[in-house]
């Protein structure tokens, strides 16, 4: 079993900046994949970012060149470091951690709020 605790998640003005904190717990060991979704009002939940133990990223088009998403290993956490929001970034974010059996888990979620 794998616990996440996302946290950093707020009400900002549109060009802003937030930073999203998950840490995990339990059988960290067999992450190979952590990732960040999102999931907006009236909207499917889709994948924002996700970076894998090597170190190799992933990110949406609609993020690109304004979110940078980081993995600590040492601590089992991941940061999601967003920039330049915008209100089409307002939605509840969740933490993902994918082990290598291919069993994934969420963390509770975190609002971010982007006023314009």
């Known amino acids: 079993q794998v616990q996440l605790v996302e946290s950093g998640g707020g009400l900002v003005q549109a060009g802003g900046s937030l930073r999203l904190s998950c840490v995990a717990s339990?059988?960290?060991?067999?992450?190979?994949?952590m990732a960040w979704y999102r999931q907006a009002p009236g909207k499917q939940r889709e994948l924002v970012a996700s970076v894998t133990t090597g170190g190799s990223t992933n990110y949406v088009d609609s993020v690109k060149g304004r979110f940078t998403i980081a993995k600590d290993n040492a601590k089992n956490a991941v940061y999601l470091q967003m920039n330049s929001l915008k209100p089409e970034d307002t939605a509840v974010y969740y933490c993902?951690?994918?082990?290598?059996?291919?069993?994934?888990?969420w963390g509770q979620g975190t609002q971010v709020t982007v006023s314009s």
């Open positions: 993902t951690a994918v082990q290598a059996i291919g069993r994934g888990y």
């Open positions: 339990g059988y960290t060991f067999s992450i190979n994949v």
